[in-house]
């Protein structure tokens, strides 16, 4: 729902336009704080909002690139202070 409010038909990111996109891909909406409280409260931060501060605007892969690199470092961190990934 925030892509379409956004979007300007690329990805902030890669910079591809929405019509460059493979098959199966369009552009998406990802919270730069996220917007569930348990993930923002791990960073220090309340949850995030759906402002056009807070949302870039990905492609699909970016997107999933950008989620991958947030669960990997979440993990990591959590590591570091002591706690498991079910905590």
Request: proline share 5%.
């Amino acid at each position: 729902r925030v892509a379409a409010k956004y979007s300007e038909g690329f990805c902030e990111m890669c910079l591809r336009r929405h019509a460059e996109l493979p098959p199966g891909q369009t552009l998406e909406g990802h919270h730069k704080i996220p917007h569930k409280a348990e993930e923002a409260a791990l960073f220090g931060f309340d949850p995030g909002d759906d402002s056009r501060e807070n949302v870039w605007i990905l492609c699909t892969a970016c997107h999933h690139l950008v989620d991958w690199t947030r669960t990997y470092v979440t993990a990591h961190y959590r590591k570091m202070l002591g706690e498991s990934a079910g905590d």
